[in-house]
């Protein structure tokens, strides 16, 4: 557990600092962005580790030893250098020079003793709404509930070779990467390393050419669909972040190298247009359902590559490109320049709100519930007021662009999506309204429980940044 070092270290750091080293901007070690390191920057990254969030605070620069953990450690480090006993840092030269005294191992994960993930600071979302429950510790027993129902029901070894497998009964007992990082990232946030290790290591069974898993595969281990998805593929890449913060080991390996093929394999060269797939898309075809920009933020500060920004804004200029400017809606498919994409012959609701569309809120909030991201808010905002006119219990099951309704029933996973985009809102009322429309209304469908599952995590305040742990 995290020791508060904080009033140690400011007596030391200030009685032995008196002079300022001028650097460029966004220098390693730089963590307030000042252009110089100096004995504010040691103190910032001393709170950071105590959970008091400081404000101007960069992350990417804070990480002095690049271990991919920003903690004591990082700031004593800092003092060292100010004094001139540590030359500058870049990775790798500083990774073995520890302060006198000061342990280099990382502590023992303590077991989690609650049912699902206990949030080590104060607030699990810096930015939003924190839950949208108003009890707490009940609404994390009701969650680890529904986790394991949807576990017995989805969940088998059957057909696995030895490991587990996400099955959709619907579809021949069936098995897609998407169910994979459903399940992965469901089961690391309830601490469930057995399940996490089973579903993780079935999908390293089934890796296609790139080195990504296949997004098919029928109920008896055999790949029927080839080359990989990218929403899969991302949700598996955070749950091994997180895997990594929580249980050590080689996840970490396994998150940097994922997080790398899909950069490489998955984000359009030249464009950072984000592809559907390892082998297609691109600005001619790209699907705003994938779309999870705080993801991509974890990436570049887990990994240290900048171009994960360029993903980020490119998403952005796509949504707003592509989204009606009064109800928020986005399309299932579309071009970059937000257009309809011929690419796409297999869905005749690719233009509309619609199974893949509704998506779309789940992951976008993520950004302004980790990072505040104004671009989040904002879209966030218009598309809640859609649906806070629609009335929770009115939700329907797919929309045309201009708010017109498709399917004319109450559907569970547009229901526990809408949620999400609450949170990252102002209608506050409208969020514990939807919650509990979330929760009154269950399905017996693959996609729709996952969905469920999901939101059920961000909206109750148990789906944290893997980077805060």
């Known amino acids: 557990m995290k020791k508060s070092l904080l009033p140690k270290l400011s007596v030391v750091v200030f009685m032995l600092f008196t002079l300022t080293v001028s650097l460029s901007a966004q220098t390693l070690g730089d963590a307030n962005n000042s252009g110089t390191i100096d004995i504010v920057d040691s103190l910032l990254i001393a709170q950071y580790y105590v959970d008091l969030n400081p404000s101007n605070f960069y992350p990417n620069a804070a990480d002095v030893n690049c271990n991919n953990t920003i903690d004591i450690i990082d700031a004593l480090l800092i003092a060292q250098f100010y004094v001139g006993l540590v030359g500058e840092f870049t990775c790798g030269s500083q990774a073995t020079a520890t302060p006198t005294g000061i342990p280099t191992n990382e502590p023992t994960p303590i077991p989690n003793n609650n049912p699902v993930y206990p949030y080590v600071g104060s607030n699990p979302y810096p930015y939003g709404i924190t839950s949208a429950s108003s009890n707490q510790s009940s609404e994390n027993s009701y969650v680890l509930s529904e986790y394991n129902s949807w576990k017995s029901t989805y969940v088998t070894s059957s057909g696995a070779g030895g490991n587990l497998r996400v099955r959709r009964p619907a579809n021949s007992d069936d098995t897609v990467s998407e169910g994979i990082g459903y399940g992965m990232l469901f089961s690391v946030y309830v601490d469930d ?123 952005y200029e796509v949504i707003n490109n592509a989204k009606s400017n009064s109800t928020g809606l986005v399309p299932d498919w579309c071009t970059a320049s937000g257009g309809s994409t011929p690419i796409v012959d297999w869905d005749n609701y690719k233009d509309h709100y619609y199974y893949d569309a509704m998506r779309y809120p789940m992951r976008v909030a993520l950004d302004y519930l980790w990072f505040g991201d104004s671009r989040s808010n904002n879209t966030m905002q218009l598309l809640t007021s859609f649906f806070n006119n629609q009335g929770a219990s009115n939700i329907k099951g797919g929309y045309y662009l201009d708010g017109g309704v498709i399917g004319n029933y109450h559907d569970a996973g547009f229901v526990a999506t809408t949620a999400c985009g609450t949170m990252a809102s102002s209608y506050t009322s409208f969020a514990s309204s939807v919650y509990q429309e979330m929760k009154n209304t269950k399905s017996n469908e693959y996609y729709q429980d996952c969905l469920r599952i999901y939101s059920l995590l961000i909206t109750s305040g148990n789906f944290p940044n893997p980077n805060s742990y």
């Open 193 to 315: 390393r057995s399940t996490f290790d089973g579903l993780w290591n079935y999908a390293k069974a089934h890796l296609d050419p790139q080195g990504l898993m296949n997004w098919q595969i029928n109920s008896s281990g055999t790949v029927i669909g080839r080359n990989a998805a990218t929403d899969g593929d991302e949700d598996m890449a955070l749950a091994l972040i997180f895997a990594d913060k929580k249980w050590g080991g080689n996840y970490g390996n396994d998150a940097r190298n994922i997080i790398n093929l899909i950069m490489q394999y998955e984000v359009e060269v030249g464009t950072w247009v984000l592809k559907p797939g390892d082998t297609w898309g691109g600005s001619e075809c790209t699907n705003i359902s994938y779309y999870a920009p705080a993801f991509y933020k974890v990436f570049a500060e887990y990994t240290g590559d900048g171009n994960w920004y360029n993903v980020v804004d490119k998403c």
